[in-house]
């Protein structure tokens, strides 16, 4: 079997490498409480629980559970919008187009988590600010995922 999942290389899980782009929607949804779109206990009582895992701890869940031999584990970077990170889209256009393309992904994930809280009615709005701060980000960052590509092999179990 072959898993591939967002991660990340290093080993603090608060660093910005993986979680960027959570951060960057919950900034813009809190921007809509100080705009007064949203009220601020319904914003502080939403979660939306993630983890980015590193590889040392897949391994360490795969090995501890014991179902499974780890054939091969690799790590590699892609942009969030999926293209190569070595590629040239460095560009002003390349960079708003990256922008808008992540921000379209990450609204088919988590608008109907959101709009089931806040209300439908606000979804525009807060997405359109989203990728004001995606694009804002991407101007003075990198934007890059960290992906695991992991091979295993199911242990064959003996009838003894």
Known sequence: MVL?????????PTNKECCSFWELLALSA??????????????????IPNYF???EEVKLVIQSEGSFTINQLETFHVNWDG????????????????????????????EPLLANHFGQEMMDRLYARFRERIAEYAFKEKSELTNLVISVTKV???NS
């Open 4 to 12: 591939t999942l967002v991660g990340r290389i290093g080993s603090d």
């Open 30 to 47: 809190r921007d809509m409480v100080l705009q007064g779109a949203i009220e601020e206990e319904k914003f502080n009582l939403f979660n």
């Open 53 to 55: 895992p590193s590889p």
């Open 83 to 110: 293209s190569d990170p070595k590629g040239d889209a460095n560009s002003v256009t390349d960079k708003l187009r990256s922008s808008h393309y992540m921000a379209n992904i990450l609204r088919a994930v988590s």
């Open 156 to 158: 064959e179990k003996s």
